[in-house]
């Protein structure tokens, strides 16, 4: 191993094989770069209150292999992986940072757009197409991904679905997604940064089609999934998260078909078959999570 300090920027170790080059700022490391023998770059990373900010590996040929992404915790958050026989392109700032990335199809139809900036510092654009070209989605992130815009498109570019967030919170106070004709396909409600919202989804007639309300990002309350007739499919009931809740599920002439209770975290429950006139067909029946009655009618 051969351990060589330039000066309190920069250091320089070599372990078999590999050699690592350190920079520092502030007596903090401020970069770190692995090299090949050839002293290719091999893999590179940044950091930020020695916390790793940003990585990225390079095959021999120095073309990009993977790269890493990372919030401001140091906590990894996506990969991205690069072939060289894949169909892409890359462009790259004289830093070597990739500028523009472009996936293609098998016909070269490009189908991924990614564009970075020089600090690379996580403020890129993200884009995908349909086989037509026109633009399926659409992402910005600022700020190393927690600030972001989506919008995704139909393929005649009729917007489906449009959200904006803040520190990883949704801020639309309602999110409209639209089928192809611009009726509406579904809408959630916000209330108190998504701590309480209700979903409901329609069928292409404007019927209700789900109707659900959450809270604390669980299920609360009444979820209800009608037939395209008006007529209950299923309709459950959730109180404290689970814990204790009931479900019905019909058949399409209102008969019911399954009936659950369940009480205490599932340990205590009911199951409850039908048959489509409306007789019992068979019937389980659980306590402390052991099965103590199953009959069959």
Same mark, same amino acid.
């Given at each position: 191993?051969?351990y060589?300090l330039?000066n309190?920027?920069?250091?320089k170790?070599?372990? $078999?094989?590999t050699c690592t @080059?350190?920079?520092?700022?502030?007596?903090?490391?401020n *970069?770190?770069?692995d090299?090949?023998? !050839?002293w %290719?770059?091999?893999?590179k990373?940044k950091?930020k209150?020695?916390? /790793? %900010? *940003?990585?990225?590996a390079f095959? *021999?040929s120095?073309?990009?292999?993977?790269? +890493?992404?990372?919030?401001s915790?140091?906590? #990894?958050?996506?990969i991205?992986?690069y072939?060289?026989?894949w169909?892409?392109?890359v462009?790259?700032y @004289?830093?070597?940072q990739i500028k523009i990335?472009?996936?293609?199809?098998?016909? +070269?139809?490009?189908r991924?757009e990614?564009f970075?900036?020089e600090?690379?510092?996580?403020?890129?654009?993200r884009?995908?197409?349909?086989?037509?070209?026109q633009?399926e989605? @659409?992402k910005h992130?600022? !700020?190393?991904?927690?600030? &972001?815009?989506y919008?995704a498109?139909y393929?005649n +570019?009729?917007?489906r679905v449009?959200?904006n967030?803040?520190?990883w919170?949704? =801020?639309? !106070?309602?999110?409209?997604?639209?089928y192809?004709?611009?009726?509406?396909?579904?809408?959630?409600?916000?209330?108190d &940064?998504?701590?309480?919202?209700?979903?409901?989804s329609?069928?292409?007639?404007?019927?209700v089609?789900?109707?659900? $309300?959450?809270?604390?990002?669980?299920?609360?309350g009444?979820?209800?999934?009608?037939? @395209?007739n008006w007529?209950i499919e299923?309709?459950?009931?959730?109180k404290?998260w689970? #814990?204790?809740?009931?479900?019905?599920?019909?058949?399409?002439?209102? =008969?019911?078909? /399954?009936k659950?209770?369940?009480k205490?975290?599932?340990?205590?429950w009911? &199951?409850?078959?039908?048959?489509r006139?409306?007789?019992? *067909?068979?019937?389980?029946?659980?306590?402390?999570?052991? #099965?103590i009655e199953?009959?069959y009618?």
């Open positions: 191993m051969i060589v330039y309190n920027r920069t250091e170790s070599c372990f $078999f094989s @080059e350190r920079k520092y700022k502030n007596w903090k490391i *970069e770190s770069t090299f090949y023998e !050839d %290719s770059i091999k893999e990373r950091y209150n020695w916390k /790793i %900010s *940003e990585s990225m095959y *021999e120095w073309s990009v292999k993977e790269k +890493w992404f990372y919030n915790n140091g906590n #990894l958050l996506d991205e992986y072939d060289p026989n169909n892409n392109t462009e790259y @004289e830093n070597w990335f472009r996936d293609y199809r098998s016909n +070269w139809k490009l991924t990614k970075y900036n600090k690379w510092d996580y403020d890129w654009k884009i995908t197409y349909h086989e037509n070209w633009i989605e @659409e992130f600022i !700020d190393w991904k927690r600030d &972001w815009k919008i498109y393929e +570019w009729q917007v449009e959200e967030y803040k520190d919170i949704l =801020q639309n !106070d309602k999110v409209i997604e639209y192809e004709n611009w009726k509406i396909r579904s809408e959630s409600n916000y209330k &940064w998504k701590v309480e919202w209700k979903y409901t329609y069928y292409e007639n404007w019927q089609e789900h109707v659900e $309300f959450w809270k604390n990002d669980k299920p609360s009444r979820h209800i999934r009608y037939y @395209e007529q299923f309709d459950e009931y959730y404290d689970l #814990l204790d809740w009931r479900k019905n599920e019909y058949y399409e002439n209102w =008969q019911v078909h /399954i659950w209770k369940f205490d975290g599932k340990e205590d009911e &199951w409850i078959y039908y048959h006139n409306g007789e019992i *067909e068979r019937k389980y029946v659980y306590k402390n999570g052991k #099965l199953s009959n009618y």
